[in-house]
């Protein structure tokens, strides 16, 4: 309760992704606006007085040519002019006007003069640049309330040369800029806001169902399934991992009880089998106490020559001889029993070619396979495997056995093998009906008798298989069956290996 109260004052994904959208959106204006305030004035004038400069090298270059003069050099003065809005005057030394923007080239000498030396003069001007050959101040005209970049210098040729722009209020230009930038930056905030509310709506819908979901499987209810819609991948992706996560879960858990059951059985037949080997005990002991106690006596008779003939001697040895016999007899039936219950049989792993086995095999059942017209195939070459050659025919007689009594359709049984890297899968294949996929697990346990879920039981026993798999445990291999879809194959494995494996004792 402590940690649900804990967590219902954290914020929501709604109110996270908000804040963070609306903090960038924010952020971002607040930076342009402080960019603008601090940098767009000297960007601005860096700009033009590159104008400047780039203007006057080109000028330059064409007094060096002899081209100032030329037809050919007026589009590119005028480029010069209008790229920059720059006013150019380049007169000789002796006044004259050599190139001008201006149609009245004396109004603009005028101009330059009283910018330079002027009234322009009265409200101060700034040394800008001064390279040698030329030089930029940046002017304020108090009486336009307007700056100006002005270059003046001389050219390689000896004229002399002005260039003036002006520049536009960048205080005012910077104002009209942050206004705009905080309009645009409520207008994305607002927008923020409703983009939020719609995106995180329907990424938070999805992540609520799992939330339950989760919650549900905490009190260990599997009954709610994410249901996929139109989600993003990942959530999607997430949904269908949580359905997997509730089955199996539940799955789990079901045979978790189920074990616990089985567990709760098998500590009930542990002590049934507690009692039955006090029972076994007991009995044994009972059993034996008779034979036991007139071998001794019969002994110590003969010890103490009670009598002394040799009738009585031999009568004192006929019973010990005969008490000791009924002894060794009931051991040997406790013993075979014992085997018999618990298979406790021994396991020969030799090396042996299991194609001539399965010769010998297909051999004892020809009159079978020729009464019932079934058509068999095995061509497989030499092939050695280790195993107990006796228990191998047994498991490959039941199998034929098998397939000779459920073939049906083309009646074909084909014998092939498969290698598998140090093992080699034997298998009997049939055409006929499939084995239910639901039944497969259980063809394998012993009197498995129902119609149609035994579908490969053979003979009525309902115990060939369960030899099958006994023999293939007692081997360390496995066996199986799978379906086709003309037939069904049965199939087992045995070690090719140089080296025998080591067989259950």
């Known amino acids: 309760m402590k940690n649900h109260m804990k967590h219902s004052h954290k914020r929501s994904i709604t109110t996270q992704i908000g804040m963070v959208i609306i903090a960038l959106v924010a952020g971002t204006v607040l930076l342009c606006w402080f960019l603008n305030t601090t940098f767009l004035g000297q960007y601005y004038s860096k700009m033009k007085i590159a104008q400047l400069e780039s203007g006057y090298g080109e000028i330059d270059r064409a007094a060096t040519n002899g081209r100032l003069n030329d037809d050919e050099f007026d589009v590119q003065f005028d480029r010069i002019s209008a790229n920059g ?20 080239s004396v109004n603009l000498t005028r101009q330059f003069m009283d910018v330079l030396f002027g009234a322009a003069s009265d409200s101060g001007r700034k040394n800008v640049e001064n390279t040698g050959s030329y030089m930029i101040l940046q002017v304020t005209d108090s009486r336009m309330a307007s700056e100006y970049l002005v270059l003046w210098g001389t ?8 260039m003036r722009t002006a520049l536009e209020s960048i205080r005012e230009s910077v104002q009209i800029s942050n206004r705009f930038l905080a309009y645009i930056g409520l207008s994305g905030i607002l927008v923020s806001i409703l983009v939020v509310m719609l995106v995180t709506r329907r990424i938070t819908r999805p992540i609520r169902q799992l939330t339950q979901i989760a919650g ?91 009598n002394d003939d040799a009738e009585s001697r031999s009568f004192y040895c006929d019973v010990i001889m005969d008490e000791a016999g009924k002894m060794n007899r009931m051991v040997q039936k406790l013993l075979t029993l014992n085997h018999l219950e618990f298979g406790n049989d021994p396991v020969t792993i030799d090396r042996f070619d299991i194609t001539e086995l399965i010769r010998g095999v297909i051999e004892n059942n020809s009159l079978l396979l020729r009464q019932n017209e079934i058509r068999l195939s095995f061509d497989e070459p030499e092939a050695y495997v280790w195993g107990d050659e006796f228990q191998i025919e047994e498991v490959m007689t039941n199998y034929l056995s098998n397939a000779i009594h459920y073939v049906a359709g083309d009646k074909l049984i084909r014998i092939f093998y498969t290698c598998k890297e140090d093992v080699l899968r034997i298998s ?70 140089a080296v025998a494996p080591t067989a259950k004792e």
């Open 85 to 104: 809005n720059i006013e150019i005057l380049v007169v000789t030394s002796d006044g004259t006007v050599v190139r001008s923007t201006s149609n009245d």
């Open 216 to 306: 549900q499987m905490s009190e260990l209810d599997f009954s709610a399934q994410y249901e996929p819609g139109h989600d993003s991948q990942e959530i999607e992706q997430l949904g269908i991992y949580m359905n997997r996560l509730s089955s199996t879960l539940e799955r789990a858990i079901s045979e978790l009880k189920t074990a616990n059951n089985e567990l709760k059985s098998d500590i009930a037949k542990k002590e049934q089998i507690d009692e039955m080997r006090k029972e076994f005990l007991s009995n044994v002991s009972h059993e034996l106490k008779t034979p036991l106690a007139l071998i001794q006596g019969y002994a110590e008779g003969l010890n103490e020559c009670i």
């Open 155 to 162: 050219l390689e040729d000896g004229n002399l040369i002005m």
């Open 428 to 497: 009997v294949f049939n055409t006929g009906s499939h084995i239910p996929d639901e039944d497969i697990a259980h063809i394998w346990d012993k009197f498995y008798k129902v119609d149609k879920a035994r579908t490969r039981e053979y003979g009525g026993s309902g115990i060939g298989l369960s030899i099958v798999k006994a023999i293939m445990d007692s081997h360390h291999r496995t066996c199986g069956v799978c379906n086709h879809p003309d037939g069904v194959e049965f199939w087992f494995e045995l070690d090719k290996n």
